[in-house]
């Protein structure tokens, strides 16, 4: 099911995400999507995340989805060139497969295929602006397609708490004006900054999913504060998670920080959508003591 | 070796705004102007309402010591100026708006590559040569080479404390627009009309 039509019924939409392995080997993946099972509309399914090279995103999309999952199909601009990405759609919808995360992607160099060629043929906009023309039964360069045109859900990425904000929002108002129906946020540990955002995209009329990564460390999260775009981890939070190093470690700080996000902010917008990095069983007892 | 065309009429116009000084860069063994062609425009620009107030000519735009001459020579015609439209290549456009950055700087040109020997100007500034010449949208500052991923349609989410994701030393290119933009009080509202795609048969990568 689309996860608008889900926000259009009035329901909180909550998505997670795994990636899928570097390998053929899935049981891992199906594994941390059991996890899941019955507590999330839909699992994204991440296309070579960091530009670390692994299987597509495509199949992993298929076998969850003919697991009974409900699959988000991530597709970034890194890797292939305008043909290909038209291509990987098209399969898409002839496997049934309805939602799209549509990515710039990170730069070929932060993987570990340094020496590639980065693609970057599109890019968020203008995929977008080409899922849009395929609905319309047409491909990029205008020619028509056989037949039924594919129609999809279209999602898309923003940094509400990046600073300065303002190239974001541009980016935002021009993803929706490109096709895009709903998106999911980079990770949120700051509900203050987050309430802003949201007001000053009200306007946009778009569904907005607010991302959680559940933290696992203290080093992850001055890891984040120094490397990651977009995301600051407050001391507060850090401070928490010193204070009980056992509690830490078992996973307990992490979880009772995630499920206060999710309560604080759930009110300001319209889902949530976990990135737990491997902490897929620890989804449940999150969303159940936010009350989601 | 690289050849400039000028832009058509309705490009133009809706980017330049108030008085215009035009600056056409001549004499560059490198760049092939089209004399005709720039001239014909010029007159089309005027008889659609386009205030072309003034001309002044520049040649190797692209060096950083000959241009900050000619900006003192023609301080009062650049003071008087609410945009400047410039005809030459890409670096040299660039070189100009780094040298003035409080001016909106319009590219009148698009720079074409032609095999060979491109000749040799070392700039910080860089111009692919990707034939559909956007800085007109952008403030002056080249998307195609100042974001490492040459992305057309804005920031990615890569970016932190104003650096590329690429690169800890590197400003990132769209948030150096966005600052030139509200620098000059600019609006966004033409960058954000519509959606940029290259024409890779245009350029020469
Ligand atoms: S947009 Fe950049 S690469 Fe293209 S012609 Fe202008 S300066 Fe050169
Ligand atoms: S961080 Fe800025 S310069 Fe770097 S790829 Fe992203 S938008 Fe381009």
Redesign the pocket.
């Known amino acids: 099911m689309k996860l608008t039509d889900l926000t259009r019924l009035g329901k909180f939409v909550v998505t997670s995400e795994v990636g899928p392995p570097k390998g053929i080997n899935l049981d891992k993946m199906l594994h941390e999507a059991e996890y899941i099972r019955g507590r999330v509309a839909a699992i994204n399914v991440t296309d070579n995340q960091s530009s670390v090279m692994r299987m597509g995103g495509l199949a992993a999309c298929k076998v969850l989805k003919d697991k009974g999952f409900e699959p988000v199909f991530q597709i970034t601009c890194r890797d292939r060139n305008r043909l290909a990405l038209q291509a990987d759609l098209l399969s898409a919808a002839m496997f049934g497969i309805e939602n799209l995360l549509l990515l710039?992607g990170d730069?070929i160099v932060l993987g570990d295929h340094k020496d590639a060629k980065p693609v970057f043929d599109l890019d968020s906009v203008s995929l977008a602006h080409c899922v849009k023309r395929l609905e319309e039964g047409f491909d990029l360069a205008g020619n028509k397609l056989d037949g039924e045109a594919p129609k999809f859900c279209k999602g898309a990425v923003v940094s509400p708490c990046a600073e300065p904000l303002d190239p974001q929002l541009f980016k935002m108002e021009k993803k929706i004006k490109a096709g895009v129906e709903f998106f999911q946020t980079q990770a949120v540990y700051e509900p203050e900054k987050f309430e802003k955002f949201m007001k000053r995209v009200k306007e946009f009329g778009v569904p907005v999913y607010v991302g959680i990564v559940v933290l696992k460390t203290v080093g992850m999260a001055k890891f984040m504060n120094e490397n990651v775009?977009g995301i600051h981890v407050p001391d507060s939070l850090i401070e928490e998670l010193k204070k009980d190093k056992e509690k830490t470690k078992s996973g307990q700080t992490g979880v009772e920080i995630s499920a206060r996000l999710i309560k604080d902010m759930k009110n300001m917008c319209q889902g949530v959508h976990m990135m737990p990095l491997g902490w897929d069983d620890k989804v449940p007892k999150i969303l159940e003591m936010a009350g989601v | 070796m690289l050849i400039t065309k000028v832009k058509t009429k309705e490009e133009l116009l809706p980017v330049l705004s108030g008085r215009v000084l035009v600056i056409p860069c001549l004499g560059c063994s490198q760049s092939y102007f089209p004399v005709e062609e720039f001239n014909r425009l010029k007159d089309e620009l005027k008889s659609s309402g386009a205030n072309l107030a003034s001309e002044v000519t520049f040649d190797y735009m692209c060096r950083e010591d000959f241009t900050e001459r000619r900006l003192e020579i023609y301080r009062e015609q650049l003071e008087a100026a609410d945009t400047v439209l410039i005809f030459s290549c890409g670096v040299g456009i660039q070189t100009f708006a780094g040298l003035i950055p409080g001016k909106k700087i319009v590219s009148g040109s698009d720079t074409f590559y032609v095999p060979g020997f491109p000749g040799f100007t070392p700039s910080e500034h860089d111009c692919e040569q990707c034939g559909e010449c956007r800085m007109g949208l952008t403030f002056g500052i080249c998307p195609v080479t100042?974001?490492?991923?040459g992305?057309l349609n804005?920031?990615?989410?890569?970016?932190k404390d104003g650096?590329?994701?690429?690169d800890k030393n590197?400003?990132?290119?769209?948030?150096r627009i966005f600052e030139r933009m509200n620098a000059l009080k600019g609006s966004d509202k033409a960058l954000k009309e519509g959606v940029q795609i290259r024409d890779y048969k245009k350029s020469s990568l």
């Open positions: 710039t730069h775009a | 100042a974001c490492s991923k992305l804005g920031q990615c989410g890569g970016a650096k590329c994701e690429v590197m400003a990132c290119g769209w948030q």
